[in-house]
Structures are given as structure tokens and as C-alpha cells.
């Protein structure tokens, strides 16, 4: 089935529209199964954790906290985490040569935990501009993006709560852990 998210799916699907046909009953009622067994098993595999109600106002408050420096202690810095992430989206724009004299800037993946990720080009031989050089600022930062930035700039997380970033990490560090965390740190210097 599709859906269009966007004014320009809608005139996508618009175009197709010869090659689409209207969902059956048994297709809507199969989707909706789908959506509520997931829903269940995000229910499920997250009754395990204490997550704070605000976010926005909450994660700030432990952004300098010594509690921040224990969780960082067991990052490697792999980039699995935004690797698995389906909601990560970090890129990094590279030139490729595509031939003898021509060249292709194109997008690659990257990772906010990555050291040099967002460093800027600068003259040879100096120390690159990096907005986040310190592994403890790449580290708060993930946390403050899908906790605390996106909740205040897009009205949603920056995390749908599968898990598969404890799941990759070396260090077992799991955004739902750790938040669930925050929430007791909070509760114990209230």
C-alpha cells in the first residue's frame, strides 16, 4: 500500500494513478493488525524503562552531570548506533572523480560520533574548525538531538524506541536505558 506523506507524493501517486488500485478491506484490516502488533511489541519491549513526560525540559537540566561522563566511558565510538538508527540521517558531502577531469560531489553516511565529523575545510597544515571536536560534546549531542531538539523545533522524538542501538553497541549503551536513567537522576536531586 501506498501513502503519500508529502504535496509532492500526492502528485507522484497522482501521475500512477492507471497503475494503482484502491486498497481491499483485507488489506486496510492486515495493515492495521501489522501497525497495533508493533505498537504491542514497542509497548513491551520499553515496559522495562521510566522515561521522564518532558523531555524538552528535562535533558538539559543533566547535560554537565558527572552521570554523563560514566555513559560516555563505554562508547568506542563505532557509529553503530547511527548506523542502526532509522531515524539517523548524518551525511557527509565528498567529491568523487567520475573520470579523466570530471568530478561528482555526492552524499556518503556518516556519524555524529565520528571524530572529524562536521570539521570544516581550512588551510593546510591548521587545526580544522570541528563544532563538536570533544568526544563528551558528539556524545550529549545525540542525545540532546533526538531528546530535546526535535521535540522543541519538530514537535517529535528523534527516537522510536526499537532498541537496535544497545542492541550494536559494543558498550551496551541504550538510548532507552540511559534516558530511563536520566529520568532517576532527576528524581533523586529534585
Known amino acids: ?4 506523506g508529502t504535496e509532492a507524493g500526492e502528485r507522484v501517486l497522482s501521475e500512477a494513478a492507471s ?3 484502491d486498497a481491499t478491506a483485507e488489506q ?29 525540559a528535562n535533558l538539559p537540566e543533566t547535560l554537565d552531570e558527572l552521570f554523563w561522563r560514566m555513559e560516555l ?5 563505532c557509529g553503530g ?14 567529491d568523487q572523480r567520475v573520470g579523466e577531469d ?31 571536536r570533544e568526544h563528551m560534546s558528539k556524545f550529549q549531542h545525540r542525545f540532546a538531538h533526538k531528546f530535546w531538539y526535535s521535540p522543541l523545533m519538530l514537535g ?3 527516537c522510536v524506541g526499537c532498541g537496535r542501538c544497545g542492541d550494536t553497541c559494543p558498550g551496551a549503551i541504550d538510548l532507552r536505558r540511559v534516558l530511563s536513567n536520566v529520568n532517576k537522576e532527576l528524581a533523586e536531586h529534585a
Open 73 to 77: 566511558a563505554r562508547c568506542v565510538q
Open 156 to 158: 517529535a522524538l528523534g
Open 19 to 21: 497503475l494503482l488500485r
Open 102 to 132: 570530471a568530478y561528482e560531489r555526492a552524499r556518503e553516511w556518516d556519524s555524529c560520533q565520528f571524530t572529524g565529523y562536521s570539521e570544516m575545510a581550512g588551510p593546510p597544515g591548521t587545526v580544522k574548525p570541528d563544532p563538536r
Open 28 to 56: 486496510l484490516e492486515a495493515r492495521r493488525a501489522m501497525r497495533d502488533a508493533a505498537r504491542e511489541r514497542l509497548e513491551t519491549q520499553n515496559a522495562d524503562y521510566d522515561f521522564p513526560e518532558d523531555w524538552a
Open 1 to 4: 500500500m501506498v501513502v503519500a
Open 81 to 94: 548506533c547511527t548506523n542502526v538508527c532509522p531515524q539517523c540521517y548524518c551525511f557527509l558531502l565528498v
